[in-house]
């Protein structure tokens, strides 16, 4: 369930990052984004992401890089850079995340 989680984290970063800055540049137009996960279930994403939680310091470094750190309310216990990183809300690790406490975070 976690790495399943993760992976669908991965993949709508992956396919949402131009999506979102394309957004930001265009306030005012509506942002809807359809994607299917690994078990090929349809997904809907019908406002712009709200809260983001990153699950590796790779994708945390590349949320800073996009201007959206103040939309960051988690990260892992690794995620340590950019040096900001360590003060937002831990989660667990890359492996074990805290699910309890990720539904918890707010902005």
């Known amino acids: ?14 396919f949402c990052t131009q999506t979102l800055l394309e957004t930001k540049a265009l306030a005012g137009q509506t942002f ?3 994607v299917r996960d690994d078990l090929n279930r ?13 699950l590796g310091p790779s994708i945390t470094e590349e ?3 996009l201007g959206v750190d103040d939309k960051i309310v988690g990260t892992t216990i690794y995620c340590n850079h950019p040096p900001m990183a ?3 809300e831990k ?8 699910l309890e406490r990720i539904l918890c975070l707010k902005l």
Do not use: A, D
């Open 32 to 34: 809807h984004l359809k």
């Open 42 to 54: 349809r997904i809907e994403i019908l406002e712009i992401p709200q809260r983001i939680v990153s």
């Open 63 to 65: 949320l800073y890089l």
């Open 91 to 98: 989660v667990g690790t890359v492996i074990k995340v805290n």
């Open 1 to 14: 369930m976690i790495f399943h989680l993760f992976f669908i984290f991965v993949f709508l970063f992956n």
């Open 86 to 88: 360590k003060k937002k």
